[in-house]
């Protein structure tokens, strides 16, 4: 199992994109894939068509990260081979303290599973 984050300070440079790509990319080659889009700007999961269902239906990236929701109840299906777990302007304030914390790292393990899990690590695309 694999985890791939996609990160850079500055916007505009692609980490949506790349994500986004990699994911349909693995999805495509049969490859189980789970995109956690942890960016507050939503463009990962509005991409998706996920973000007016997620934010009613409150399966987001908070839930899954500070309401101790397994990935499993936030997670949706994208494809045949993706998952997304989608993101919330809520993350504002919320990236803040996962930082400062370093909550991240474990919260990323914790949805991923163990290491017997079919489920490969998330890739997500990061605040700028």
Do not use: H, W
Not at 66 to 71: D, E, F, L, N, T
Not at 106 to 116: H, I, K, P, T, V
Request: charged share 25%.
């Amino acid at each position: 199992m694999r985890s791939i984050a996609i990160s850079n300070y500055k916007g505009g440079v692609g980490k949506t994109t790349t994500a986004v790509n990699l994911a349909a990319i693995f999805a495509a080659r049969g490859l189980r894939t789970l995109l956690v889009d942890l960016d507050p700007q939503v463009s990962a999961t509005d991409f998706f068509g996920l973000y007016d269902r997620a934010a009613s239906e409150r399966r987001t990236s908070v839930e899954l990260l500070y309401g101790g929701a397994p990935v499993e109840e936030v997670a949706y299906a994208a494809g045949e081979s993706l998952d997304v777990v989608a993101s919330t302007i809520d993350l504002v304030d919320q990236n803040e303290m996962l930082l400062r914390e370093q909550r991240l790292k474990f919260a990323l393990d914790d949805a991923s599973g163990s290491s017997e899990s079919p489920r490969p690590k998330p890739s997500s695309p990061c605040l700028p």
